[in-house]
């Protein structure tokens, strides 16, 4: 029986596509082989653990966060510098059969210099926690990076319902070239605040689309711009841009301006807050 050939639209093809790049961003680069994975690795652990903020005392000036040592001796036992000190030499393969125990009894403690809020580690959290029953570190390392990655699988689904057609291509483009693939896949910090801007960049484009704004639908777009800010607070000029959708607004001047003076006040001061204090 032959396939309906609406089976095979582009939009179908594409995120087949992009599900298998993900995968394979996911899966095929061993452990900690990305840059800053042990750190972020740490810090989502720590979060998981339920430690949103940093710990601070006399004798870390920079605070710290607490966490399993096993934990601490993990990248370690995953040759974390293997590739990047010796990029011709192979990965050894025994080190994904063997058993890697979360030990809660042992802790030590992260310096951390706590100027990353904690959104960012939210998804990498999430896989860690769902993983932390099978009490296998090498699993939940993985299931850290197989969360980011549904997360922006999930973001770009949801962008290429509300995007205009027109510009399908320019966000179909951008989310498979290699190095946001890398990140978006990576135990990193920036995997969520990459999707959050493709959901940015969908919402803002369908919205100039539009002749006239809802006020619920501008309260949407703020609050993601300011989940966004408080994640990356060091893009808080790009976001002003967001200011001329007030035009799309149907309401008086006077209201305008007065959207326009709390929109600016909420994001200069969630990227204030975000650069400036110990979290």
């Known amino acids: 029986m032959k396939m309906p050939l609406k089976y095979f639209s582009a939009k179908r093809i594409f995120f087949l ?24 690795f740490k810090r989502a652990f720590a979060l998981s653990m339920g430690q949103i903020t940093c710990k601070h005392s006399r004798e870390y000036s920079r605070g710290y966060f607490t966490y399993p040592k096993s934990v601490d001796a993990f990248p370690d036992a995953m040759l974390s510098q293997a590739i990047i000190m010796k990029p011709e030499g192979k990965y050894p393969l025994s080190l994904f059969f063997r058993s890697y125990p979360i030990d809660l009894m042992r802790a030590v403690d992260l310096p951390y210099n706590c100027t990353l809020p904690f959104t960012g580690y939210i998804p990498l959290s999430l896989g860690i926690l769902f993983t932390l029953p099978i009490n296998n570190l090498l699993i939940s390392f993985y299931g850290a990076r197989l969360t980011a990655a549904l997360v922006f699988f999930l973001s770009i689904l949801f962008c290429f319902r509300i995007l205009p057609k027109r510009y399908w291509y320019i966000l179909g483009f951008s989310s498979v070239l290699p190095m946001v693939l890398q990140q978006v ?11 959050l801007g493709c959901i940015l960049f969908s919402l803002f484009m369908r919205f100039l689309e539009k002749k006239a704004l809802r006020l619920r639908e501008l309260i949407l777009f703020y609050i993601i711009l300011l989940v966004f800010l408080f994640t990356k607070p060091g893009y808080y000029l790009f ?5 001329i959708l007030l035009n799309r607004v149907y309401t008086s001047w006077i209201k305008k301006w007065i959207l326009a003076g709390i929109m600016i006040i909420g994001i200069v001061a969630i990227s204030w807050y975000s650069l400036t204090l110990p979290i």
């Open 17 to 40: 596509i992009l599900g298998v790049l993900l995968a394979v961003f996911v899966f095929a680069i061993p452990p900690f082989q990305k840059p800053d994975e042990p750190l972020h």
């Open 185 to 195: 896949t990576a135990v990193s910090y920036d995997s969520l605040a990459i999707s």
């Open 239 to 243: 976001s002003l841009v967001s200011l």
